[in-house]
């Protein structure tokens, strides 16, 4: 019986495990300054877990000399 709760106890906690895997960090950057287009990066965050990734691609906005440039991400 005690190795039957062992081996049950086992296979819950690989379950509860997050794997780790590839994900895709799309941003779209755009700015106000004049001329300006917006540009659109892929990264890739190798070997990850969800969490850890979505912490990698966030959404980032940077004022500077009066122009404005903001790096939408998005976690795909």
Do not use: Q, W
């Not at 081996?7 to 700015?31: G, L, N, Q, R, Y």
């Amino acid at each position: 019986m005690k190795k039957i709760i062992l081996f049950v106890a086992v296979v819950s906690a690989i379950s509860f495990t997050s794997c780790k895997k590839d994900h895709t960090c799309t941003c779209t950057t755009t700015s106000t300054a004049p001329g300006s287009v917006s540009t659109t990066s892929v990264t890739t965050i190798n070997d990850a877990k969800k969490g850890d990734a979505k912490r990698a691609c966030v959404k980032t906005t940077t004022v500077y000399n009066g122009v404005t440039t903001t790096n939408d991400c998005e976690l795909k």
